[in-house]
């Protein structure tokens, strides 16, 4: 009796290692395949420049592409729209990857992202 409960409680802790082991392999192959993935993107991304063009007079000056660029590319502009915005620009225009964060987040559409390879 005590024999079978040690036996049994054996094959438990068997399983569950086993378990654990596969789990562990399952999650390096995903974080290889990630990492691999992630140094494909940056090695693409730094051959490509980016540029934007804002339509001005639709820009309401709210900021969010300003938030949403991860270069800090863009900064409102000292001048006005005809509705009276200061509108977004390209305030360090070196610095944009064409990523086109702020064009998804701009809720009026305002902006049109262009990207160039550079050799
Ligand atoms: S998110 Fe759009 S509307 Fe808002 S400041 Fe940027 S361009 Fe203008
Ligand atoms: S495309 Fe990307 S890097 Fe360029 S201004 Fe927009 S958010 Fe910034």
């Not at 068997?14 to 993107?41: G, I, M, P, V, W």
């Not at 991860?70 to 990857?97: F, R």
Request: aromatic letters at 6%; proline letters at 3%.
């Amino acid at each position: 009796m005590i024999a079978d409960k040690l036996s049994n409680n054996h094959n438990k802790k068997a399983f569950r290692e086993k378990t654990l082991r596969e789990d562990l392999k399952s999650n390096f192959k995903s974080l290889y395949l990630l990492h691999n993935q992630t140094n494909q993107y940056l090695d693409i991304m730094a051959k490509i420049k980016g540029s934007i063009v804002v339509a001005q007079e639709r820009c309401k000056g709210c900021e969010v592409c300003i938030s949403a660029c991860p270069c800090d590319v863009l900064a409102l502009s000292d001048k006005v729209n005809g509705k009276g915005y200061h509108y977004a620009m390209m305030a360090q225009p070196d610095k944009c990857t064409g990523c086109a964060s702020c064009a998804i987040i701009c809720p009026d559409s305002c902006i049109v992202v262009y990207r160039q390879k550079v050799e």
